[in-house]
Nanobody
Framework: QVQLVESGGGLVQAGGSLRLSCVAS????????MGWFRQAPGKERESVAA????????DYEDSLKGRFTASRDVAKNTLYLQMNSLKPEDTAVYYC???????????????????WGQGTQVTVSS
């Protein structure tokens, strides 16, 4: 199994920035792709970004392109999410996840991921 621990969430004013981190441990050699997802109260979990671990190829939910940037440090088994120009509607619990197999498409479906972190709360005040 792969264990995931997110950090970096918090309270920020609209227009501000946050950087989330997700550290993977355990069977990290299984990692094919890592993703960021978020879930606001009363809403379904939605995709944010996905990054292919070996190549660094990254894809984003279309509505978030330009504000959010995902990156990874393979040596540290760490995934990052830089979030800029935050809006109140970005308020959610942010989760990182690991896919241990190739799947077609952009890697933005929660069903593609086998391991999940506990999440970190991001609150953006207006």
């Amino acid at each position: 199994q792969v264990q995931l621990v997110e950090s970096g969430g918090g309270l920020v004013q609209a227009g501000g920035s946050l950087r989330l981190s997700c550290v993977a441990s355990g069977r990290t050699f299984e990692i094919y792709r890592m993703g960021w997802f978020r879930q606001a109260p009363g809403k379904e979990r939605e995709s944010v970004a996905a990054i292919t671990w070996r190549t660094g190829l990254t894809d984003y939910e279309d509505s978030l392109k330009g504000r959010f940037t995902a990156s990874r440090d393979v040596a540290k088994n760490t995934l990052y999410l830089q979030m800029n120009s935050l809006k109140p509607e970005d308020t959610a619990v942010y989760y990182c996840a690991v896919s241990n197999r190739w799947t077609p498409g952009r890697g933005l479906k929660p069903s593609e991921y086998a391991y999940w972190g506990q999440g970190t709360q991001v609150t953006v005040s207006s």
